[in-house]
């Protein structure tokens, strides 16, 4: 049987983020396993969605470019790009794995794991049983998407199941939810000259909206947002709560809302409603304690808060006020994790040490979104 220190479970921008921090660690016994290729998620976006975190190139000023997994990186040079598409963020993340040479296993899905008792994990890959003394989950929430949201939801094709706008051939289309996905959604749609209607509960674009893009729309997506509006080919509709669709006897569908209103359309509606709470944590759903609003709970230090040695990585992670859900965002995160692995295996930390208090290798790992600080 294998046996590893610590193993990553998801090859996405945490978990080969997550990987080379590991690295840094002298004589650590580590391996990543991925389901599909490095970067499954991120090939699977559809054709036209774009990061809207731009990347630049401020690394060698000290500012790590926004999206980079590791501080030399940069995405920006990489793509050529300011704001990459899926494809070209996995080709990053592969070429930076493979430039560290990681220790990565490609379709290997973990499809389940059992905690040791006294400590230590085993995993069931294809190739057979694996045991690793820690186990970080980084399998993100882009592959988990909510396909049930509403009654009806089944005939409504979903935003991550989409591989490219263009087959979305009909004149006019209506998409529900009003973030970053459904926007996306209806955003693309409208350049491609599709009529679009975009159902939202609320604007997530007005200045009075929080500045965390966590919970307000990001400032690529907003200035996309109006000039699809000023193309006359996308009309808003607000205070919208979808609770069905259900299906006409002639073909067609009504898209009900839960204030009486409905919309009859020929197509069925786009969801760009989310993805499941939790995402790819649930794989392992009893190996992490919940809250009422289903999400995983999670020690200071990231730790699952019932199984010791478990550890989440990736957008799922919140604490507080605290959103992690961005790349900028959750690689803040990986060097105390290493860290605290490393002082459990009695490593050296050396190289994850940043002298700056504070300020870790991207920047203040203690920002508060509000600026309360
Ligand atoms: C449309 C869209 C636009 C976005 N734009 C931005 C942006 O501009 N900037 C930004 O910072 N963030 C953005 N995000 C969010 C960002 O994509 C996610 O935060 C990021 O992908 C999360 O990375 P991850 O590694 O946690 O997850 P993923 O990239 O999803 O990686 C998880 C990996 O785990 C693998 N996996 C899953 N289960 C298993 C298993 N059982 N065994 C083995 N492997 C497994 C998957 O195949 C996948 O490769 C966007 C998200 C969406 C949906």
Known sequence: ???LDVAIVGAGAAGIGMALALQKVPGLNFGVFEAGRIGESFRRWPAQTRFITPSFHSNPFGLADLNAVNEPSSPAIHSGAEHPSGAQYADYLAFVAQGHALPVASYCKIAAVHPVPGGGFLLDTPKGTLRA????????EFQFPDLTPFAGAAWCPHYALVADWNHFDARRYT????????VDAAINLARLGREVRLLVRKSTWDQQASHDPSLSLSPYSRQRLYEAADSGRLEIVFG?????????????????AGDGRYWDERQAPILGTGFAKGGGAR?????????DDGRVLLTEADESTITPGLFLVGPQVRHDQRIYCFIYKFRQRFAMIAQGIAQCLDKDIGALQSPGGAWGPFGNSECCEGCEC
């Open 1 to 3: 049987m294998r046996d």
């Open 133 to 140: 003394g820690f186990l970080i989950w980084a399998t993100g």
């Open 240 to 256: 919208v709560d979808v609770i069905g669709v259900t299906r006409h006897d002639k073909g067609g569908f009504r898209i009900h």
């Open 175 to 182: 998409v529900i939810g009003g973030y970053e996905s459904g």
């Open 283 to 291: 794989q392992i759903a009893g190996l992490w304690a919940w809250d």
